[in-house]
T-cell receptor, first 112, second 111 residues
Framework: KAGVTQTPRYLIKTRGQQVTLSCSPISGHRSVSWYQQTPGQGLQFLFEYFSETQRNKGNFPGRFSGRQFSNSRSEMNVSTLELGDSALYLC???????????FGPGTRLLVL | GQQLNQSPQSMFIQEGEDVSMNCTSS?????WLWYKQEPGEGPVLLIA?????ELTSNGRLTAQFGITRKDSFLNISASIPSDVGIYFC???????????FGTGTRLKVLA
């Protein structure tokens, strides 16, 4: 079974731009979570989607948003990029009822 | 952001030695997960724990869900060079997949 896939793997943007990241979960997994990983703050939860609805949300500003499609694929959008948004963005999928999260390889975003 | 207390922060050990690391939380968790992350990659799930007192092994790795439900432990026996990486714990409360992660333990194995 294929694992979690994320595209693109690397991205360079400038301040003020916006970016959209994509995640395809493991087949059969309907929950998709997004995390931001930085050296200073570690792994921080952004939000979780289940059946196209945001079910949980972390403490990030409204510039960070997401959505989930009917095939469980998810996208994350960051608007008006700031230098501090430079990070590894990780997507994880979870089989309902198991609580076990599997991560993708991440998208490394650099904001200049 | 919220993080779990994970210790030690880093470890330098000789190949063949055993390793122990732990995570503590101020909150009660219903699920504990342990991950390993290597440079440029996403975390890879090692062990999942679902109830207090549970002891689970995966090869040379053994993890335990603390009785108080506020801590968890990971042991690696007979370490080898490919064990190098950063190990993270993660916990969550019942009914949510909003995981809180530990600060990580960076492991280096000297051959």
């Amino acid at each position: 079974k294929a694992g979690v896939t994320q595209t693109p793997r690397y991205l360079i943007k400038t301040r003020g731009q916006q970016v959209t990241l994509s995640c395809s979960p493991i087949s059969g997994h309907r929950s998709v979570s997004w995390y931001q990983q930085t050296p200073g703050q570690g792994l921080q939860f952004l939000f979780e989607y289940f059946s196209e609805t945001q079910r949980n949300k972390g403490n990030f500003p409204g510039r960070f948003s997401g959505r989930q499609f009917s095939n469980s694929r998810s996208e994350m959008n960051v608007s008006t990029l700031e230098l501090g948004d430079s990070a590894l963005y990780l997507c994880a999928s979870t089989l309902s009822g198991s609580g076990t999260q599997y991560f993708g390889p991440g998208t490394r975003l650099l904001v200049l | 952001g919220q993080q779990l207390n994970q210790s030690p922060q880093s470890m330098f050990i000789q190949e063949g030695e055993d390793v122990s690391m732990n995570c503590t939380s101020s909150s009660i968790f219903n699920t504990w997960l342990w991950y390993k992350q290597e440079p440029g990659e996403g975390p890879v799930l090692l062990i999942a724990l679902y109830k207090a007192g549970e002891l689970t092994s995966n090869g040379r790795l053994t993890a335990q869900f603390g009785i108080t439900r506020k801590d968890s432990f990971l042991n690696i026996s007979a370490s080898i060079p490919s064990d190098v990486g950063i190990y993270f714990c993660a916990g969550t409360t019942s009914g949510t997949y909003k995981y809180i992660f530990g600060t990580g333990t960076r492991l280096k194995v000297l051959a």
